[in-house]
């Protein structure tokens, strides 16, 4: 019995010490270096019926672009993440070590959709690309682009895009 209660306990405080050990932290339902922070802002995309606001956080240094929706068990349908790139470039992204299924919307420079790879498998490491140069791609819980009638074409305002 005494060797039962030293094991449970040992076992605890090696949790205990794992946790404390990790490099990562518990921020606002999120696992994110607690060095990395984003930027808040929001965008709309114009559909051909409607405009949809969307709540975002901005993900333009490489260490953010890294790290994006990793580790999110969720994400609300009027939020995001968009990723800026420095210039018009062939992007290729993956899903490994997100948590939750994503709609990734390509985005040339002016502000239009290219391109929709609607929800994304979480923690797959294959590819997800446009097929070609893009300014930017935008991250929305995944079945969002379908529910909102978001499609190739579209418009996508925010201060980044030149129209």
Known sequence: MKANKILTYSFWILCLLCAACSEIYVVDNQSAPASIT???????????????????????????????LMHRTNLPRDHGM???MSGDIPVQ?????????????????Q????????NTVPESTAIVTAGRPVRAVLELAGGTAAMDGIQVG??????????
């Open 82 to 84: 968009l990723f800026i």
């Open 93 to 109: 992204m993956w899903m490994k070590d997100t948590l939750i299924p994503l709609d990734m919307v390509f985005i040339d420079q």
């Open 38 to 68: 984003f930027k808040q802002d929001d965008l709309t995309i114009r559909t051909a019926k409607a405009a949809h606001h969307f709540a975002i956080e901005i993900a333009e240094k490489p260490d953010q672009q890294e790290l994006g």
């Open 111 to 118: 502000g239009k959709i290219v391109y929709i790879a609607a």
């Open 154 to 163: 579209d418009r996508v305002i925010h201060s980044y895009f030149k129209p």
